[in-house]
């Protein structure tokens, strides 16, 4: 925390609520404006925000709550509610909501966002923002193909054949399409598949529609080559200040978050100023297979935690409903989506006549939020032992896609499955053998 944070004072008569979160640069700011218009919205409580960016903030955590002297709110974006609530280190949902509210936040909330939040049946966290992907392509160059954005799967594999642009020795120059490792979550939720059951409470990675993904995936390996495509991915990790490869002109269509809806009218703007001729862009849902799921995909998003041992539940829970715009607090919900070009936990913030105007400057962002209404944006499992799936799946997709002689894609999936099961089974046993985490 640097002397800004800690250069802040609680006004006399009102509790201070302190607030850990990750954001840095322009997010910081708008942070802070948010915690400013709630801190001159009520006189009782007081959020003071502290940044804390980096790694190691479950282990800042865990010390903070051993110690006794834990934060009384912290936002984060990785999936660790289960890892953190079957530890006792949550305060959930229920005890700080009034029983009205509590019974609310199941018609407030979208269900990617309940979803995020909840473990083993009850809510540890509250969503303030939800992370969407979807296809964004170049409108420009599909008009200049005669080409209309994919609808499903064979489309968007056409296209991509179809858009590729090479030299004169035969190498890619532009890729239309190529999928991402670490978005075999995205794919495997568009084919149909699921990655955890939650009645039997095991890991299903190698559900035959997961691995069908897998293995389409594979068809762009096979197709271009390992070398070729590790190549183009780490050509994407090199460019400059994390450049938007598709505004770098390296691909046709790249499957992508919200946020590159700002990229995008930046760079459009910078053409403008320059007065070249403007590259249009669009978005469509991540086209399926026949027989898979329309308008799904993988979700995730920030969330507010309240650890166990917080001093000022009763102001931390007023901070998460003014930020997410649960109990009365739409409006102002809204002009903090606007203000960090966010996707609303709720369509109750969405209809906002400010967020609507919003969109309707932003057109792409429309799409983002429709999709994110949708009953097909799932999760990672929230499950204890969801960093280690999440990396598990990773690590095979990675494995199938940039390694020539990989296994078979049903053969890593079943692997990676086992091993992560062996883990969570482990985690029971030794569950069942300790005594149950204290609650403060």
């Known amino acids: 925390p640097d002397a800004q944070d800690a250069a802040q004072t609680v006004p006399a008569g009102r509790r201070e609520v302190l607030f850990w979160h990750f954001w840095g640069g322009a997010d910081r700011a708008v942070v802070e404006r948010v915690v400013d218009r709630f801190n001159r919205s009520q006189d009782r409580h007081y959020v003071r925000a502290l940044a ?120 890619p120059e532009r890729l239309g399409f190529l999928p991402d490792p670490r978005r075999l979550w995205a794919w495997g939720i568009v084919f149909g598949g699921s990655f955890y059951d939650e ?115 009763p102001g931390a829970w007023e901070f998460m409903k003014f930020w997410s715009g649960l109990g009365g607090h739409q409006a102002a919900a809204a002009e903090t989506c606007v203000e960090g070009g966010w996707i609303p936990v709720s369509n109750q913030v969405s209809q906002q006549p400010a967020y609507q105007r919003f969109l309707d400057q932003r057109p792409l962002m429309r799409e983002f939020v429709e999709l994110s209404q949708s009953d097909h944006q799932v999760p990672t499992p929230v499950i204890r032992g969801a960093p280690l799936l999440q990396r598990e799946i990773n690590a095979a997709a990675a494995k199938a896609m940039y390694v020539e002689r990989a296994a078979a894609p049903d053969q890593l999936l079943r692997e990676a499955t086992q091993r992560v099961q062996l883990q969570l089974d482990a985690l029971d046993a030794a569950a069942q053998s300790s005594p149950a985490a204290p609650r403060k």
């Open 52 to 171: 804390m960016p980096g790694n190691n903030l479950d282990l800042k955590l865990f010390l903070a709550v051993t110690g006794g002297d834990p934060p009384d709110l912290i936002n984060q974006d990785d999936p660790i509610v289960a890892d953190w609530a079957s530890r006792g280190a949550l305060t959930p949902l229920d005890e700080l909501a009034s029983p009205d509210e509590y019974q609310q936040l199941d018609s407030f909330l979208l269900p990617a966002a309940r979803r995020l939040g909840t473990h083993d049946g009850r809510m540890y966290a509250l969503c303030n923002g939800l992370d969407i992907r979807a296809l964004y392509y170049n409108r420009t160059l599909l008009d200049q193909y005669g080409l209309q954005p994919p609808r499903t799967l064979d489309e968007l594999d056409w296209i991509a054949e179809r858009t590729t642009q090479r030299d004169a020795s035969g190498r």
């Open 199 to 313: 009645a039997s409470g095991r890991v299903t990675a190698d559900d035959p529609r997961v691995v069908a993904a897998l293995r389409w995936m594979t068809t762009y390996r096979q197709r271009l080559g390992a070398e070729t495509v590790a190549a183009f991915r780490q050509g994407d990790q090199s460019l400059p200040g994390k450049t938007f490869p598709l505004l770098a002109g390296r691909y046709t269509l790249v499957m992508d978050g919200q946020w590159r809806v700002r990229d995008i009218a930046a760079a459009q703007a910078a053409q403008r100023e320059r007065g070249e001729p403007v590259t249009e862009y669009g978005v469509c849902p991540l086209p399926p297979p026949e027989g898979g799921r329309p308008q799904a995909g993988w979700v995730n998003g920030n969330f507010f935690l309240v650890p166990r041992g917080a001093r000022n539940r």
